[in-house]
């Protein structure tokens, strides 16, 4: 079972930048994808973006594309979202999720497929 962490939220003002990691503490040493979503107040929780365990692979939803970059260093067993240019529109609790998977080039933009879940960071942009 994977438990995840989340940290590096905070406070900032439009066209700022912030860094987001999660830790993953993996007990059976597998493979796992990794993805980073958002819910902002009154709104669903929404896909931000993904990463395959190789790294190899990731993807974005549109509306971050260009703006924020997904990493990971499986040595660390840490993810990271790096967030630039962030606009009033961002400000959402961000969460990580993982699921194992046998394939290191599988990933997903689909909430139901991840397995694990993190207990979310608050990110606020200020105009």
């Known amino acids: 079972q994977v438990q995840l962490v989340e940290s590096g939220g905070g406070l900032v003002q439009a066209r700022d930048s912030l860094r987001l990691s999660c830790e993953a503490s993996?007990?059976?040493?597998?493979?796992?994808?990794m993805g980073w979503f958002r819910q902002a107040p009154g709104k669903e929780r929404e896909f931000v973006a993904a990463i395959s365990w190789s790294g190899a692979l990731s993807y974005y939803a549109d509306s971050v594309k260009g703006r924020f970059t997904i990493s990971r260093d499986n040595a660390k067993n840490t993810v990271s979202l790096q967030m630039n240019s962030l606009k009033p529109e961002d400000t959402a609790v961000y969460f990580c999720?993982?699921?194992?998977?046998?394939?290191?080039?599988?990933?997903?933009?689909?909430?139901?497929?991840?397995?694990?879940w993190g207990q979310g960071t608050q990110v606020t942009v200020s105009s």
């Open positions: 993996d007990p059976t040493d597998s493979m796992y994808a």
């Open positions: 999720a993982a699921r194992y998977v046998g394939d290191g080039s599988w990933m997903s933009d689909q909430e139901y497929q991840y397995t694990y």
